[in-house]
């Protein structure tokens, strides 16, 4: 089955031609994501960039605390804003990346027929022409990869470096982390995927599908 293809111009939506109505009953998908044989499933795949950021920001909030713990509070209330900094960025990307690998998009097939799947219960259903598969630009891919591929492993080596004084090194480590797994999540998730747009009410949802999975299921 063809699909209709967008080309990604600074990786925006596509705009869309409407989408097939849900329709009811659901072509006789079952309530309950448990209930579909796992060979009919197509379950969204991530990359790891939240999960590089957060672990950056723990060895960065552990060098901030050693800085802390072996120099004092020199300038008061400023001295916190690092420590400050990389706590929020472990709670809101760590958080983020454990609230989406549980609330997993999942698409059930049944000949022409596709039914989504939020968090485990069934949300919509569709025919095969509401996929609309989403060609990234390739000029992004390699400007994420080139720009963190290259910065990220630096600082690895600069931290490591330096991790004799850990209240340097920890954060320095803290950003080649980050960077060299964002760096690692472009590659897996912008070239070893397919990214894909299904409805979502009166709107889409993106989805993203290893290319071995979206070539079984024929997308």
Not at 117 to 130: I, K, N, P, S
Not at 174 to 183: I, L, N, Q, S
Not at 195 to 200: D, E, K, Q, T, W
Request: proline share 6%; charged share 15%.
């Amino acid at each position: 089955m063809a699909h209709a293809c967008r080309r990604g111009r600074g990786d925006g939506a596509p705009s869309y031609p409407p989408f097939v109505q849900p329709s009811s009953p659901h072509f006789g998908f079952p309530a309950s994501l448990d209930q579909v044989p796992a060979h009919a499933v197509a379950v969204e795949t991530f990359g790891f960039t939240p999960l590089s950021l957060a672990l950056g920001g723990l060895l960065g909030l552990l060098g901030s605390l050693v800085g802390l713990a072996t120099h004092g509070m020199n300038q008061g209330l400023p001295d916190l804003y690092l420590p400050a900094g990389c706590l929020a960025g472990l709670l809101v990307f760590g958080g983020f990346e454990v609230w989406r690998r549980r609330s997993k998009t999942a698409l059930a097939f049944m000949g022409d027929h596709v039914a989504v799947y939020r968090a485990g219960q069934l949300a919509e259903t569709f025919t095969r022409r509401g996929i609309i598969l989403y060609r990234l630009s390739i000029l992004n891919t390699i400007r994420e990869v080139m720009l963190f591929g290259i910065l990220g492993p630096f600082a690895i080596l600069g931290g490591l470096a330096t991790l004799a004084e850990p209240s340097i090194g920890l954060c320095v480590l803290g950003v080649g982390v980050g960077m060299t797994g964002a760096a690692a999540s472009a590659i897996y998730a912008r070239v070893a995927c397919r990214h894909f747009f299904v409805p979502r009410g009166g709107t889409t949802e993106h989805v993203v599908f290893t290319r071995g999975l979206a070539e079984r299921f024929g997308i």
